[in-house]
T-cell receptor, first 113, second 114 residues
Framework: AQSVTQPDIHITVSEGASLELRCNYS??????LFWYVQSPGQGLQLLLK??????LVQGIKGFEAEFKRSQSSFNLRKPSVHWSDAAEYFC???????????FGRGTSLIVHP | GAVVSQHPSRVICKSGTSVKIECRSL??????MFWYRQFPKQSLMLMAT?????????EQGVEKDKFLINHASLTLSTLTVTSAHPEDSSFYIC??????????FGPGTRLTVL
């Protein structure tokens, strides 16, 4: 079955530390890949997306993600986390030929001062 | 990017009443919009696909008579929760897109049914 897995429910990092949020998907072909961020009580904001081409994608707020076909992964990274990055992060996948995203369960990022 | 608005942002209603939530695409036309429901600490669950000028397509397990969707124009879709009950309390999010494979999300509506 097609699925999106975010294995980490919570991640805690210190401010200034690096961050990596994991996302794995299970689809027959390379889908379109997205990372969104959601602050409490807010909607989703697109951080970055991958459709094709360069597998290292730069996004807003200093985030980047790398698509690894061999691992069916699209992990989100940031070299130095700021306290304002504390939020819920969702990986989403849209299969080719579709337009309906499937979301991972989300990873809650906690940032310690 | 494209902007999607939702109104109201928060609503509290009594059990048994109906509540309408509006979703607007402000700077683009959306032939298709999506409605999601999000429970606390959980991911978004697609409820239905709203199609301009035609009936909505509901996901399995979503009661179409309870969650009425109307997509009367290319910039407006509405979700009406009929005869709301406390278990309908949730965060409702809509989305629309310029391209078939990228969605822009509204800020969400927090519904509390007393």
């Amino acid at each position: 079955a097609q699925s999106v897995t975010q294995p980490d429910i919570h991640i805690t990092v210190s401010e200034g530390a690096s961050l990596e949020l994991r996302c794995n998907y299970s689809y027959g072909a390379t889908p379109y890949l997205f990372w969104y961020v959601q602050s409490p009580g807010q909607g989703l904001q697109l951080l970055l997306k991958y459709f094709s081409g360069d597998t290292l994608v730069q996004g807003i707020k200093g985030f980047e993600a790398e698509f690894k076909r061999s691992q069916s992964s699209f992990n989100l990274r940031k070299p130095s986390v700021h306290w304002s990055d504390a939020a819920e992060y969702f990986c989403a996948v849209v299969p080719g030929g579709s337009y309906i995203p499937t979301f991972g369960r989300g990873t809650s990022l906690i940032v310690h001062p | 990017g494209a902007v999607v608005s939702q109104h109201p942002s928060r609503v509290i209603c009594k059990s048994g009443t109906s509540v309408k939530i509006e979703c607007r695409s402000l700077d683009f036309q959306a032939t298709t919009m999506f409605w999601y429901r999000q429970f606390p600490k959980q991911s978004l669950m697609l409820m239905a696909t709203s199609n301009e000028g035609s009936k909505a397509t509901y996901e399995q397990g979503v009661e179409k008579d309870k969650f009425l969707i109307n997509h009367a124009s290319l910039t407006l879709s509405t979700l009406t929760v009929t005869s709301a009950h406390p278990e309908d309390s949730s965060f409702y999010i809509c989305s629309g897109g310029l391209e078939a494979n990228e969605q822009f999300f509204g800020p969400g509506t927090r519904l509390t049914v007393l």
